[in-house]
C-alpha cells in the first residue's frame, strides 16, 4: 500500500486521536445539564416543588465524569507496552478499534452502570491515543517544527471539544433519548476515520530502527524529511543519530519501568509527570466538564449551552497562535506566562464569589455542586474571567503540556516514559473529576483559590527545572541532562534558567547552512552556560 509521507498529512490524521479526547469532554459536559439526560438516569428521582427530573447527585455526577480519565490512566500505562511490541502507529489503530467498543456501549446506555462501563473503554482508548500521538509525531517531525505539529494535539482536543458541543447543543432541542443517544453515537466517526487514516501512513523510524529495520527507517526519514532525495543531508545527519543512540542504548540495554526511576533519568520522569499533572491543576479541564455548572451560578438562565459554547471557541481560536509561533516561543515561556495568567483570573473568579455571591434557595437547582449564585455586574465579570482564563491556557498548558514531555527522554524509555507521563494527567484528571462536584458544594469559592494556588507553584516549579528543549533534536535534548557539561548540577544537568532556543537548526534543514555551521552546529544547539 502506498504511504504518504507529507507531515502535515501525518500529524493532521494521527491527532483526530486527540480529538475523541475532545469529543469526550463536551459530550458530557454538554448533555449533564439537559432534561432527558436526567430522566434516563434520574438517581434523585424527581424534585418534590417542581416535579422535574433532578437525574444523579453530585458524587454519582462525578463518578460518571471520572470513568472516562480512570479508563485513560489505565489505558496510558498499558500503551507504553503496547507500543513497544507493535510500534506508535498500530498502538493508535488499537486504540481507535477500543474507542468504537465503547462509544456503542455508551449511545446504548440503560442507566448508570452501563454508562461508566462504555466511558472506561472510551477512556482506555484515549489513554492509548494521547500517550501514542505526541511520541509518534515527536519522532517523525523535524526539530524546528516539532513543537507545532504535536502542539496540533492539542487543537484537535479543542476542535473535537467544539464540535461535539455545537452536535449536542443541536441534539438539545429533539425530545427523548435521542438528544443525548445522537451525538454519543456520532462520535465513533473520528475513530472510523483515524483508524483507516493511518492505513497509508509511515511507522515511526526510531521505532522501526530500533527493531533493526533500518531500510524501512531510512525509507521512512527520505519519505518524510528527504521529499524523497536519499542523500539528503538532513536525512544522513538523523540516521546517524538513531544509530548513534540505537547501539549505545543496546550496549546499555535496561528497559523497563523501573528505569525511569534511577538516579540519571528520575529528573527527567518528573518533569515529564509534573508537566502532565500540572496541566489537570490549572483548573482548565474541569472547567470544560463542568462550565454548565459555573455559567447557571451567574444567572445566564435556562440554556446555558449557547454562553458555554463561546468558551469552547475562544479555546479553538486561542491555540492556532501555538501553532504557527511555539517552536520560535519555546517551551519555558509558554509555560511561565500561562501559569502567571490563569493564576490571575483564578483570584480573580475567587474574589468576585466571594464578595458578591449567596446561597441558593432551597430546591433551586438539582444539584448540590451548584453552590452559589451571582448576578449583575459580578456575574459578567465571572464570565469574562472564565473565558479569559480559557485565552490564558489555550496558547500556553494546552500545547505545550503534550509537545514537552514527548521530547525529555531517550529512545530506549520514550514510549513508556511518556505512557507514564500521560497516565499521570489521566490520574489527576479522574481525581479533579470527582473532586469538583463535591468541592463546589462543600467549599464554594475557595476550589478557585485552590486552583489558583496550583498556578502559582506551577510557575515557580517551571522557572527552576523545566529546561528548554524547543528546536533540539530528540538525542541532542539529552546532552541537557548529562552531568559532564560545564555548570551543569549532579543528576540535574544544565540548570534550567540557563538553557535557550537556538533556532540555528532551522538553516540545516533548509539546506542553507555553510560547511562550517554545519560542523559546528551540535554545539550552538547544545544549551547555553
Known amino acids: 500500500m502506498k504511504q504518504y509521507g507529507n507531515i502535515y498529512l501525518i500529524a493532521a490524521t494521527s491527532v ?13 459536559s ?10 434516563q438516569f434520574n438517581q434523585q428521582g424527581n424534585n418534590p416543588d417542581t416535579g422535574q427530573c433532578q437525574g444523579p447527585d453530585d ?58 462501563v462504555g466511558r472506561i473503554i472510551n477512556g482506555f482508548s484515549v489513554g492509548i491515543c494521547s500517550a501514542q500521538v505526541p511520541v509518534y509525531i515527536s519522532e517523525l517531525s523535524p ?43 456520532l462520535q465513533m ?20 530502527a530500533k527493531h533493526d529495520r533500518w531500510e524501512e527507517a531510512k525509507d521512512v526519514l527520505v519519505l518524510v524529511h528527504g521529499k524523497g532525495d536519499p542523500h539528503s543531508q538532513l536525512v544522513a545527519r538523523e540516521m546517524a543519530e538513531i544509530k548513534e543512540v540505537v547501539d549505545f542504548e543496546r550496549a546499555n540495554a535496561d528497559v523497563s519501568y523501573l528505569e525511569l526511576f534511577r538516579p540519571k533519568m528520575i529528573n527527567r520522569t518528573h518533569i515529564g509527570v509534573f508537566t502532565q499533572i500540572w496541566s489537570q491543576l490549572t483548573g482548565m479541564n474541569v472547567m470544560m466538564y463542568y462550565i454548565s455548572y459555573i455559567f447557571t451560578m451567574t444567572g445566564s438562565g435556562d440554556d446555558v449551552l449557547l454562553p458555554s459554547g463561546i468558551q469552547f471557541i475562544i479555546n479553538v481560536v486561542m491555540t492556532v497562535p501555538a501553532l504557527i509561533w511555539l517552536d520560535r516561543w519555546g517551551r519555558r515561556w509558554p509555560l511561565l506566562v500561562g501559569a502567571f495568567f490563569m493564576c490571575l483570573w483564578l483570584c480573580i473568579n475567587a474574589g468576585l464569589f466571594a464578595v458578591y455571591s449567596h446561597a441558593p434557595a432551597p430546591h433551586q437547582f438539582d444539584t448540590a455542586a451548584i453552590s452559589m449564585v451571582i448576578s449583575g455586574r459580578p456575574a459578567k465579570a465571572v464570565i469574562a474571567s472564565t473565558y479569559l482564563f480559557v485565552a490564558s491556557y489555550a496558547p500556553t498548558w494546552g500545547p505545550v503540556s503534550w509537545t514537552y514531555p514527548a521530547e525529555l527522554y531517550p529512545l530506549r524509555v520514550r514510549g ?38 496550583f498556578c502559582f507553584a506551577m510557575f515557580w516549579h517551571t522557572f527552576f527545572l523545566f529546561p528548554e528543549t524547543a528546536n533540539k533534536t530528540l538525542e541532542e535534548v539529552e546532552d541537557i541532562f548529562e552531568n559532564n557539561n560545564p555548570g551543569s548540577i549532579k543528576y540535574i544537568g544544565t540548570p534550567a534558567w540557563k538553557t535557550h532556543n537556538d533556532r540555528s537548526i532551522v538553516r540545516l534543514e533548509h539546506n542553507m547552512a555553510s560547511s562550517e555551521e554545519k560542523i559546528g552546529i551540535e554545539h550552538s544547539t547544545s544549551p547555553k552556560v
Request: proline share 5%; net charge positive; aromatic share 14%.
Open 16 to 28: 483526530i486521536g486527540g480529538a475523541l479526547f475532545g469529543f469526550d469532554i463536551s459530550s458530557m
Open 30 to 39: 454538554a448533555i449533564i445539564s439537559t432534561t432527558p439526560y436526567k430522566c
Open 59 to 116: 458524587v454519582v455526577q462525578g463518578g460518571i465524569t471520572a470513568a472516562m480519565p480512570g479508563g485513560s490512566w489505565l489505558g496510558a500505562l498499558v500503551s507504553g507496552v503496547l507500543t513497544d511490541i507493535f510500534g506508535r502507529k498500530t498502538s493508535i489503530q488499537i486504540g481507535a478499534i477500543i474507542w468504537i467498543i465503547g462509544s456503542i456501549l455508551v449511545c446504548a446506555s440503560q442507566n448508570i452502570p452501563m454508562l461508566i
Open 143 to 185: 526539530p524546528s517544527k516539532r513543537g507545532r505539529f504535536i502542539g496540533m494535539q492539542q487543537w484537535a482536543i479543542t476542535w473535537g471539544i467544539a464540535i461535539m458541543f455545537f452536535i449536542c447543543y443541536g441534539s438539545h432541542f429533539i425530545n427523548g433519548a435521542a438528544a443525548f443517544r445522537l451525538p454519543w453515537g
Open 189 to 208: 466517526i473520528p475513530a472510523i476515520l483515524l483508524f483507516f487514516g493511518l492505513m497509508v501512513l509511515p511507522e515511526s523510524p526510531r521505532w522501526l
Open 416 to 453: 513508556k516514559a511518556v505512557a507514564l507521563a500521560t497516565s499521570a494527567n489521566w490520574a489527576f484528571n479522574f481525581a479533579l473529576a470527582y473532586f469538583v462536584p463535591p468541592s463546589f458544594a462543600n467549599i464554594t469559592w475557595k476550589t478557585y483559590v485552590l486552583f489558583a494556588v
